[in-house]
């Protein structure tokens, strides 16, 4: 796969994880708006149509599955940082020239990710 192709897949993935959090939203609010209605007429003794118990069913699994995607799919920030460190990795093993490297380069480049891999971390816990 083309390097550009990948990169703009990569920062296409917050567009997909905003339209999952709508995905989320949507349904939530219509099954706040069924259950509000369903609470007042239940208590007077009204049986719920089948389209409706469907509606409900549909809005439960729609915000399952958005909710369960979303969870899998990383942000543009973390998706660059892997996809960086693997390409340098991939760069490491086949480069005969990058052989003769000595440890330390390396060692600065595990740092380097891993302090980016705590920010990430700091990021998420304070959202």
């Known amino acids: 796969m083309n390097n550009y192709l990948l990169i703009y897949l990569i920062t296409r993935l917050d ?3 905003g339209l999952l959090s709508l995905c989320f939203i949507i349904p939530a609010a219509v099954l706040f708006a069924l259950f509000t209605v369903l609470g ?21 699994t729609i915000s399952i599955l958005s909710i369960t995607i979303h ?3 990383p942000k543009t920030q ?3 940082l892997i996809i ?6 991939e760069y490491i093993e086949h480069d005969k020239n990058l052989k003769k ?3 330390q380069s390396t060692e ?3 740092l380097f990710l891993q302090k980016e891999l705590n ?9």
């Open 101 to 103: 490297i000595p440890g």
């Open 78 to 80: 973390e998706a660059m």
């Open 108 to 110: 600065i480049v595990s």
């Open 71 to 73: 969870t899998f799919i």
């Open 40 to 60: 007042f007429h239940l208590s007077e003794g009204y049986s719920v149509p089948k389209i409706v118990k469907n509606s409900i069913i549909a809005c439960i």
């Open 119 to 127: 920010k990430l971390k700091k990021e998420t816990v304070s959202q």
């Open 15 to 17: 567009a997909i994880r």
């Open 84 to 89: 960086a460190g693997g390409k340098t990795i």
